[in-house]
Structure formats: C-alpha cells, structure tokens
C-alpha cells in the first residue's frame, strides 16, 4: 500500500457543485501539504498543516478550505467549484526535519 | 512570478544524447532539492544540494547547486528513454517548512 494515498484518482465535477479530495498517510508525518499542478505553472501550494490545530494559508488558498481530522488525514474541500480549479491535485507528507515531500499519486480533478 | 524558474520548460531528444537542465531564482537559498514525476505518479525526491558550489552525481546524473546558492543545474548523460518525466526544483522555506516548486521541465526521451 502507497504511504500517501489520495481518493478519488479522478473526479468529473459540474460548476456550483461542492466536492472533497481526500488524503491518508501512514508515515507518521506531523506535516502535510496540499498542492495543485497545472502545465507550466509547477506545483503551487494550497493549503499546508504541521499538526491537527495548525493550518496555514498557502500561495493559491481562495476558493479552497482544507480540515485536518487526524494526524492522518487532511481534506481539501471546494466550496463552489469552478471551470479553473481543474487541475491535478497532490498532496505531501514531509517529517519534522522536513528532509523529503512524499507524495501521493494525485487527483486528475475536472470542473465542467 | 514564479519563486524558482526552470528551463527549459519542454526537451525532447534522442537516447544517448547529453542534456542540461536550469533552475533559476534570484533568492539565496539555504539547499535545493530535485525531484522527478513519472506520469500518473507523484514528483519523487532525486538529491538535495546544500553547498554553494556542490556538484552531486546519481548513476548518469549530475547536480550543481550555484556558487551563490541562487541556482541550480542537473545534467544527464546518454540519455534514456527511463529518464523521461517531469523534473521540478524545490527550495524549502526556513522555518515554516514549506516547499516551494520550480516550473518544471518536461523532458522526453525518445528511442
């Protein structure tokens, strides 16, 4: 089983709809990150957490909410998705010492 | 604009051939990390360079982080069709933790 794993893979929205991207891990990582990817962008950081009652505002956070309900889990939700926010979505588990991201597999989110 | 700025943004070459690739930035960073995406996959970690100056070798790869510690390249000898993917530079804010990724260059490698 991958150590950061990311549900749904894919997902087909309608605009207005309101949908949660979910992620698990099982490294033990106090720190976890939510990224999105778009071609010739990078990666851009959303939304960013280093222990259930931190979350911080990254560079691109409007339009999205996150909640960390375990050290494991931490959800990125869309309030009111929109045609831009489509996107491939990743999120990253990193240690104290913050060495390495370990990255779950992504989700190929589509906003119609 | 973008923190951390690659080029080019797309390659594609024949196997065997040599390439280099650059991350840009006009901030002084205290180390740099590579990272390669395969398709469908997240970007994994190749090395992390912390000296100015500090050439690292990985089987056919070769990273250099800049004198300054303002940039970075990674060079890739006789290329192979397993080398292509998508290659991100990443600098780690001090304190806070936070990765912050280049733009990225595509890379394929074609047989």
Redesign the interface.
């Known amino acids: 089983d991958a150590d950061v794993t990311q549900t749904p893979r894919n997902r087909i929205t309608k605009t207005g709809k309101r949908i949660m991207l979910e992620c698990s891990q099982t490294k033990g990582h106090d720190r976890m990150y939510w990224y999105r990817q778009d071609p010739g962008l990078g990666l851009r950081l959303i939304y960013y957490s280093f222990d259930v009652k931190d979350i911080n505002k990254g560079e691109i956070s409007d339009g999205y909410s996150v909640s960390r309900q375990a050290q494991a889990k931490f959800s990125l939700s869309l309030e009111s998705a929109i045609p831009n926010q489509t996107a491939l979505y990743f999120c990253a588990t990193s240690d104290a010492d913050g060495a390495e991201a370990f990255f779950g597999q992504g989700t190929r989110l589509t906003v119609v | 604009t973008?923190l951390?700025e690659?080029s080019p943004?797309f390659l594609s070459i024949q196997e065997g051939e040599n390439l280099t690739v650059y991350c840009n930035s006009s901030s002084v960073f205290s180390s740099l990390?590579w990272?390669r995406q395969e398709p469908?996959?997240?970007?994994?970690?190749l090395v992390?360079v912390v000296t100015g100056g500090e050439v690292k070798k990985l089987k056919r790869l070769t990273f250099q982080f800049g004198d300054a510690r303002k940039d970075s390249s990674l060079h890739i000898t006789a290329a192979q069709p397993g080398d292509t993917g998508l290659y991100?530079c990443?600098v780690?804010t001090s304190g806070?933790?936070?990765?912050?990724?280049?733009?990225?260059t595509r890379l394929k490698v074609l047989a």
């Open positions: 973008q951390l690659q943004q990390q990272y469908g996959e997240g970007p994994v970690l992390t991100l990443a780690k806070t933790y936070k990765y912050i990724f280049g733009t990225g």
